[in-house]
């Protein structure tokens, strides 16, 4: 699998001259392994459940591909549209990665839909040997408790969940993007980090990484009283540090002048400085008939920290309402695919915030690593959405076979929270090692991933969903009644004999029945 989606991506990349940079590899087998665990575990969970109702191996398969195939389907249209939406990117190493990633979904989806069940039914259930547990129904007394409790107090439940996200989410408002990818990479006694230390005991600390500063003239050579004077404005530039004698061009007609800043090239207020004064005066102090550019890895921060705001602006919206109309499309309603959508935001917000808070003020980072924010799109918004139309999907089907809203949610959270935890806890565990590497870089990342799926599946799926589809009611699914089965003539359902009740056994276990 994980080779017909490379070349499937090398294929595309040559058909739309796309550059794939190298760490896409990676990050495609993550996606790969993550995804596809993802719809693997939803669709063995179905799988084993029919089983237990007393199916044949090959017939429960058949049905659990009918049950969960359109969610896990509508669950990968969302994730390839959301990967689809970097192609409006001004990047090209994310137009490239989009695409990239948006191919191994599919590929991981058409596996999931044809070979795993084609080789479950072969196996039939020597698939689980050497266990038997799935004979038995588990009693899953902690999913039935909550859904039970849940089905009684859905506002409680909405109330801390939401709180819980809120609060979170308002650290994230403190968000600062810092361009220092080498911090805590290597250690203090090694070559380069010494040569950096004793470098800077007697330069400024931009000397590490100059800026530059290209001056070029329309007019014929430029003079000496010229570039002195040039020189001097750039000098006096608040937060440069030196500026080198101008080194000319064969025909005298450029010049580069090298100049050190005061800060080091990758902090805030080196950014600020090229951003901010140095651009502006050395612009503005060009001589008549002659054009300046700042440029050096300083000034490429800027430009590259300006394209990733431009992107958030467009990519991130464009994908939203994309994902909408998917959702719109499997739960034929327009008013569920709102608050999905506001609960992926408040998830994204709250890991970024719980980042913020661990990281900037508890550990005393000056900010966390910038393409943050996207790798938390890739991965949290991704796999949040597949959790939460999971979890939606599992609340229909409930009310289709005639239970109430509350009682919908507490069933489904009886029998999907299992699956939904099952898949947070396996990739949660996966991306958390990532941060023993005693690399700051890779330690926020694992945190922020690991967190951001664990508040998709235990917070977002498991309490948040459920609990305003069931406050919302049957107004959750219009106008298309998709939590109808067979409506009648007059929009009624077929089935309207007493409501059903939701009651607790002494295990916790909810049971439905009817008066």
């Known amino acids: 699998m994980i080779s017909k989606a490379g070349i499937s991506c090398a294929v595309v990349a040559k058909a739309f001259d796309l550059e794939i940079d190298?760490?896409?590899?990676?990050?495609?087998?993550?996606?790969?392994?993550?995804?596809?665990?993802?719809?693997?575990?939803?669709?063995?969970?179905?799988?084993?459940?029919?089983?237990?109702?007393?199916?044949d191996p090959k017939s429960a398969m058949?049905?659990?591909?009918?049950?969960?195939?359109?969610?896990?389907?509508?669950?990968a249209a969302?994730?390839?549209?959301?990967?689809?939406?970097?192609?409006?990117?001004?990047?090209?190493?994310?137009?490239?990665?989009?695409?990239?990633?948006a191919i191994a979904v599919a590929v991981a989806l058409i596996a999931g839909l044809t070979l795993v069940p084609a080789i479950v039914s072969l196996l039939g259930?020597?698939?689980?040997?050497?266990?038997k547990a799935w004979r038995a129904e588990p009693k899953g007394a902690r999913f039935a408790a909550v859904g039970a409790a849940m089905g009684r107090r859905p506002a409680a439940f909405a109330a801390i969940s939401g709180g819980l996200l809120v609060v979170l989410g308002i650290f994230a408002l403190g968000f600062n993007p810092t361009f220092d990818l080498t911090s805590g990479s290597t250690s203090d006694a090694s070559e380069s980090v010494v040569y950096n230390r004793e470098l800077l005991k007697g330069l400024p600390a931009g000397a590490t990484q100059p800026s530059d500063v290209l001056l070029q003239s329309e007019n014929g050579v430029l003079t000496t009283d010229q570039l002195a004077t040039y020189r001097a404005a750039l000098g006096q530039v608040d937060g440069v540090g030196q500026v080198g004698q101008p080194q000319l061009s064969t025909d005298g007609t450029i010049a580069n002048f090298q100049v050190t800043l005061s800060d080091a090239p990758e902090s805030d207020a080196a950014l600020d400085t090229v951003a901010g004064p140095l651009?502006?005066?050395?612009?503005?102090?060009?001589?008549?008939?002659t054009t300046a550019v700042v440029g050096g890895i300083t000034s490429i921060f800027v430009d590259f920290k300006d394209a990733m705001n431009r992107d958030y602006s467009i990519v991130f919206p464009v994908a939203a309402v994309l994902i909408m109309i998917v959702l719109g499309l499997l739960l034929r309603s327009l008013v569920a695919p709102w608050y999905l959508m506001v609960s992926v935001f408040l998830g994204f917000a709250a890991t970024l915030g719980a980042t913020v808070l661990v990281f900037q003020h508890i550990q005393g980072d000056s900010g966390l690593i910038f393409t943050l924010p996207l790798i938390m799109y890739l991965f949290v918004v991704a796999l949040g959405t597949d959790y939460n139309i999971l979890m939606v999907a599992r609340l229909r089907e409930e009310a289709r076979e005639g239970n109430s809203p509350r009682d919908s949610a507490a069933l489904a959270v009886r029998h999907t929270g299992p699956t939904v935890a099952a898949a947070g806890v396996i990739l949660a565990g996966t991306f958390a090692s990532m941060m023993l590497a005693g690399n700051s870089t890779l330690a926020q990342m694992g945190f922020a991933i690991s967190v951001g799926i664990a508040i998709a599946a235990f917070v977002m799926a498991m309490f948040f969903t459920p609990a305003i589809t069931a406050l919302i009611g049957a107004r959750a699914w219009w106008p298309g009644h998709g939590d109808r089965t067979n409506p009648g003539p007059r929009g009624e359902s077929a089935d309207v004999g007493t409501p059903p009740v939701a009651t607790v056994d002494q295990a916790g276990d909810t049971a439905v029945r009817r008066g």
């Open 279 to 289: 651009r502006d005066v050395a612009h503005a102090s060009a001589p008549q008939g």
């Open 78 to 101: 969302a994730v390839i549209i959301a990967f689809m939406a970097l192609v409006l990117s001004s990047l090209g190493m994310f137009r490239a990665l989009g695409p990239a990633l």
């Open 62 to 75: 058949i049905g659990a591909v009918a049950k969960v195939g359109e969610a896990i389907t509508s669950a």
């Open 22 to 55: 190298t760490s896409v590899n990676s990050i495609l087998l993550v996606v790969l392994f993550g995804v596809g665990t993802d719809y693997i575990l939803f669709l063995m969970f179905r799988y084993r459940e029919l089983l237990r109702a007393g199916e």
């Open 125 to 131: 259930t020597k698939v689980f040997w050497p266990s």
